[in-house]
């Protein structure tokens, strides 16, 4: 009994427990145990894919831990272009092994590689690609981020793939009923088309933008959309559009009630009147300084055409026929 309790205390004291087998170490820890050459490691995992005559099926467990260890190594040696593919060939591992959001996390890893290598197509594939894997595991927040990620890392050398990915990225926000979750995708979406001198696209998408806010009811959000969007086409010297997106927007209790409404309806009768002072006067309101930043800029350089030509009117007069003094019909 006392030796019973004195083995009790010894362990109590931190004497070693009595030997218990050990686990085996894994093919792959033996393999890492072994070298960190990340080209070695590739070369491993490449064997253990392929069948042979002592292997009939691959051994992607083992096969992909070694590829992602080798996309480490070669990150931290600033190999790109062999990260790259180790990347996507963990990633092909990781849907072997039925995971599709591990899968998905490495070709985002490998999109973010191939935007520092400047291949802009296999961005947007490696992007897209990650985007279908998130949507089969039923996440669409991460797979509209996929998609987002890939459109700001192409805004410079890819502009209109990145506002197409942007779309799809806001597509897949909407489909789930979230919405809220995508007006910066909207937001960003309309700077890329204004930087392509695009207006009218960008005016659909704060449009798109402020229908979504509606549905939200974002009634702020949905407001300083639609004042945006008369600011883009006044920009863009198109009076016509502006007015009649006025219009339409008015019919919504919550914009006709506003202080945006009230803006966006002294800018267009300043340019009724032809009062250049006025436009200049009201782009500078503190209603306009509280919109996004890149609509700010366009309505400070508001008018940007010849205001007379809009003056209540002017149309009316030049479309009027000179008088013929010989014609007494």
């Known amino acids: 009994m006392f030796l019973y309790i004195a083995k009790k205390e010894q362990t109590r004291k931190g004497v070693p427990k009595p030997y218990t087998e050990e686990k085996k170490p894994t093919t792959c820890s033996l393999s890492l145990m072994a070298t960190s050459d990340p080209q070695k490691l590739m070369s491993k995992a490449d064997k253990l ?17 070694l590829y992602e260890q080798a996309a480490v190594g070669f990150k931290l040696s600033k190999d790109n272009q062999n990260a790259k593919t180790a990347y996507e060939k963990a990633s092909k591992g990781q849907e072997m092994l039925s995971s599709p959001w591990d899968a998905a996390k490495h070709l985002e890893s490998a999109g973010a590689v191939a935007k520092d290598l400047g291949n802009w197509s296999e961005v947007s594939d490696f992007y897209r690609r990650a985007s279908e894997l998130y949507t089969e595991c039923g996440r669409s927040q991460p797979a509209s981020d996929a998609l987002a ?14 506002v197409r990915m942007y779309g799809d990225a806001c597509s897949i926000l909407e489909e789930d009923e979230k919405e809220q979750m995508a007006f910066d995708l909207y937001r960003a979406a309309a700077n890329v088309y204004i930087k392509l001198e695009r207006y009218t696209d960008a005016a659909t998408f704060l449009l798109r933008l402020g229908l979504s806010a509606d549905q939200c009811k974002a009634t702020n959000s949905q407001c300083k959309a639609y004042l945006s969007a008369i600011i883009v086409y006044l920009y863009a010297d198109d009076f016509k559009q502006a007015e009649k997106c006025y219009n339409d927007c008015s019919q919504i209790d919550a914009f006709l009630s506003s202080d945006q409404n009230r803006c966006a309806s002294k800018l267009l009768s300043a340019y009724g009147e032809g009062d250049v002072e006025e436009i200049k006067r009201v782009a500078q309101s503190s209603t306009v300084t509280h919109l996004d930043h890149m609509i700010i800029k366009l309505a400070r350089k508001l008018p940007t055409g010849d205001v007379s030509k809009h003056k209540y009117g002017a149309s009316m007069d030049e479309e009027e026929e000179p008088l013929n003094e010989d014609d007494l019909t």
């Open 49 to 65: 894919t392929k069948l042979t005559l002592t292997r009939w099926s691959a051994d992607w467990q083992n096969a992909t831990q």
């Open 149 to 162: 990620k890939g459109a700001r890392a192409l805004e410079e050398a890819s502009p209109d793939e990145a």
